[in-house]
């Protein structure tokens, strides 16, 4: 099975927007990103049982909506996780 787990971008005005390690969303004026643990680590156990992953952190990777949505369509996932 070919799996998506992916951070779609948020644009605002208020900044860039994170996830802390705690879960709890905020908005940043400068862009901080802190490594996703737990999707990271399910995302690493799903390839260990055999399956297709892509991570697709957009906001980290700074994404436009337009590029976020190009590269996972060219995935062609089976199931995608957004968190």
């Known amino acids: 099975m070919r799996i998506a787990i992916a ?3 948020l644009k605002s005005e ?3 927007a994170l996830l802390t ?4 969303f905020q908005w940043f ?3 901080t990103y802190i490594f996703p643990v ?3 680590t399910a995302a690493t156990m799903l390839k260990k049982a055999g399956h297709e992953v892509l991570f ?3 906001i980290a990777s700074e994404l436009s ?4 949505d190009s ?3 060219a995935f062609k996932p089976d199931l995608v996780v957004l968190a």
């Open 7 to 9: 951070y779609p971008p």
């Open 14 to 16: 208020k900044g860039v």
């Open 21 to 24: 390690q705690n879960r709890q």
């Open 29 to 31: 004026s400068r862009p």
């Open 38 to 40: 737990v999707p990271a």
């Open 56 to 58: 697709l952190d957009g």
């Open 65 to 68: 909506p337009e590029a976020f």
């Open 71 to 73: 590269k996972l369509a």
